[in-house]
């Protein structure tokens, strides 16, 4: 399980100023006062850029300084993990006003913004930071899924991440479609636990949780949903199988066509089904399947000539790799008579 020490926290969003003010707030200690998210420019932007930034980089970068501030750290050391659900919502709104036009000219600036990175560059600029830096976006799973990203980093390379997990409101059309209230995020700076008792989960540090209906809790902020609620979809509503003695039990789903149902596969007989050859066939087997689903297992993710693998490390984002692998396995094998491609043939 993966296990970590918060050195440090960022927080802001409406009504919630700091993360020591929010502190009180969660403890009960201070009243909850609900007010617009207060983002102002980065100091620590040049003048040129600090002009150009949007509401998505100032609550990005505000988060990202007052963590690492709390934790008494150089930023321009440290690897970070931007994790965002939908990117920037004004800058979105304004690029679609002006695709509505009739000159449909974009502002160079917005064009500038609208990538999902912009937040990740303008941290670069404005900490002289030269290490790794990631950005994931899982929707509502966002918070989860950037979370995930940094642990593995912490674990895997033992050294420090920030993880700052924003999100800012869409103004009217796009509100009604995504109704995120106002800007919120949170950022942790995590490192290696060194003691015997370690975050899993629930850090001993932090308040619990607002109770249900709280006004915190009725923001709807997908930056602030709790790290177990922020689960993939994927991985949404199934239950956890059940072993026995005899090892994994086998679906009781329907078998697909043909009644290939607890087949298994090797390595060479799913290289047989799937376009990729050699070191990017990425698993080594397939254990059962039927024709709603597939369990695989592999090692290569832990080998070092993984060809997905960059800076000595494996992303978390390699994942989608992997389950597209699967997914394309799963296709060959429930198609009539399951024909085997050829090397370099297209799914």
């Known amino acids: 399980m993966l296990g970590a020490t918060i050195e440090g926290i960022g927080l802001l969003g409406p009504g919630l100023d700091s993360w020591p003010a929010g502190r009180r707030i969660l403890l009960g200690e201070t009243p909850y006062a609900p007010q617009p998210t207060a983002l102002s420019a980065p100091a620590s932007l040049p003048p040129s850029e600090r002009r150009r930034a949007s509401r998505a980089i100032k609550l990005a970068l505000a988060l990202g300084h007052e963590s690492i501030a709390a934790a008494m750290l150089d930023p321009a050391t440290l690897a970070t993990v931007f994790s965002s659900s939908a990117g920037d919502g004004y800058n979105c709104h304004e690029i679609c ?163 290939h149902h607890a087949m298994r596969l090797d390595r060479a007989g799913i290289a047989a089904r799937i376009p990729h050859q050699g070191s990017m066939c990425l698993l080594d087997r397939v254990l059962e399947w039927d024709a709603d689903h597939i369990r695989c297992a592999t090692e290569s993710h832990r080998a070092a000539d993984n060809p997905l693998r960059a800076h000595g490390r494996l992303g978390a984002a390699c994942g989608i790799e992997y389950a597209a692998q699967a997914m394309a396995v799963h296709g060959a094998l429930c198609a009539a008579d399951g024909p085997a491609l050829p090397p370099g043939a297209a799914c």
């Open 97 to 259: 006003q002006a695709l509505a036009t009739s000159d449909r000219q974009i502002s160079p600036t917005r064009f500038h913004n609208s990538v999902h990175n912009a937040p990740a560059g303008y941290w670069g600029i404005a900490s002289g930071a030269m290490a790794s830096s990631s950005v994931v976006c899982a929707y509502d799973a966002s918070f989860g899924a950037g979370l995930l990203e940094a642990l593995a980093q912490v674990v895997a390379d033992d050294t420090r991440c920030v993880l700052v997990s924003y999100d800012t409101d869409y103004p009217e059309p796009l509100r009604a479609i995504r109704p995120v209230p106002d800007a919120f995020g949170i950022a942790l700076v995590l490192a290696r636990s060194r003691a015997r008792t370690r975050w899993r989960g629930s850090p001993p540090a932090l308040p619990a949780m607002p109770p249900r209906g709280s006004p915190i809790r009725r923001a709807g902020e997908p930056a602030a949903r709790h790290p177990r609620r922020a689960r993939p979809a994927a991985a949404a509503g199934h239950r956890p199988r059940r072993r026995g003695a005899g090892g994994p039990r086998l679906s009781r789903r329907a078998a697909p066509r043909g009644g």
